[in-house]
């Protein structure tokens, strides 16, 4: 059981190049996260899934498209990468409460350089 | 909407002294509520949860913390803390399917 996976581990963009950023995870959960974390500022929520072929946006979604068509996988596209999406990007799962409380497993995490 | 506030940005601790990170909410309707840790380079990994029950939840690595639902706080707290605790530490607001509100974070430094 690898849990959440992504891939790559670290990236280097020029301004304007795109790139997709992987996220895996084997726990058949229905929902999956992309976040990203900035020194002081917690951590932002960019897009999330409920279920495969359903996705929607969070508080900082522009500059950013995901898709879902699998319950698998939720990779996370950079369109055009601007300095400002310099960062580091995790993706999280978790399964809806159903006498649980939705606790969000993460992956280890992908930090982007954008020059 | 719901909100998160960790009002300490940095705490320093003496090893083997006592702990408390605190952590107000907002929310609506009944909390979930998380504690995470993260320490540098990784992901976060899940402390402690609260979502009905005992108001006092134990997690792993010797934390607890108390859910004051007149306070709005879920306070994390650890009776002696280990160099190795030294981290950041995240509290959580989650709405029960899976969609979470994260505070800033309070990064933990311990003194020998």
């Known amino acids: 059981n690898a849990g959440v996976t992504q891939t790559p581990k670290f990236q280097v963009l020029k301004t304007g190049q795109s790139m997709t950023l992987q996220c895996a995870q084997d726990?058949?959960?229905?929902?999956m996260s992309w976040y990203r974390q900035d020194p002081g500022m917690g951590l932002r929520l960019i897009h999330y899934?409920?279920?495969?072929?359903?996705?929607d946006q969070g508080e900082v979604p522009n500059g950013y498209n995901v898709s879902r068509s699998t319950t698998e996988d939720f990779p996370l596209r950079l369109l055009s990468a601007a300095p400002s999406q310099t960062s580091v990007y995790f993706c999280?799962?978790?399964?809806?409460?159903?006498?649980?409380?939705?606790?969000?497993?993460f992956g280890p995490g992908t930090r982007l350089t954008v020059l | 909407a719901q909100s998160v506030t960790q009002p300490d940005i940095h705490i320093t601790v003496s090893e083997g002294a006592s702990l408390e990170l605190r952590c107000n909410y907002s929310y609506g309707a009944t909390p979930y509520l998380f504690w995470y840790v993260q320490s540098p380079g990784q992901g976060l990994q899940l402390l402690l949860k609260y979502f009905s029950g005992d108001t006092l939840v134990q997690g792993i690595k010797g934390f607890e913390a108390e859910f004051k639902r007149s306070q709005s706080s879920f306070n994390l707290r650890k009776p002696s803390v280990h160099w190795s605790d030294a981290a950041e530490y995240f509290c959580a607001v989650g709405d029960g399917a899976g969609k979470s509100t994260f505070g800033d974070g309070t990064t933990l430094t311990v003194k020998p």
């Open positions: 999280a799962s978790s399964y809806s409460a159903s006498g649980g409380a939705g606790e969000q497993f």
């Open positions: 726990m058949n959960h229905e929902y």
């Open positions: 899934s409920v279920g495969a072929g359903i996705t």
